[in-house]
């Protein structure tokens, strides 16, 4: 039995070509990157001012809504792009000049 080809590329993965083979996969990555710096950033803030936090279930709902909040400033940033990629056909970021 033979091995399956491996990718040439060092940097990709099979993770990462996975989600950017999708025509919207760096939509989704990037959501998951603003998702994740703004949850790293609601935490460490809280490890700072964490002698004047009362620890209980409104410190958990707090958290929540701030992701929820992340998850809106993402779509809104990420809305545009995600028009661009749709309102374009599949061929049109294949071309020669997309790939440079």
Do not use: C, K, N, Y
């Not at 279930?57 to 809106?72: F, I, K, S, Y």
């Not at 779509?75 to 997309?98: E, H, M, N």
Request: proline share 4%.
């Amino acid at each position: 039995m033979s091995a399956a080809p491996r990718s040439t590329d060092v940097g990709q993965t099979r993770w990462s070509s996975r989600w950017l083979g999708r025509r919207q996969g760096g939509l989704f990555i990037a959501l998951g990157w603003a998702l994740l710096v703004g949850t790293l950033t609601r935490l460490a803030l809280l490890v700072l001012s964490w002698a004047e936090v009362e620890p209980g279930l409104a410190l958990l709902g707090m958290l929540a809504r701030g992701v929820v909040a992340d998850l809106a400033a993402a779509a809104w940033w990420l809305a545009p792009l995600a028009l661009i990629l749709a309102a374009f056909p599949r061929d049109f970021f294949a071309r020669r000049w997309a790939l440079a």
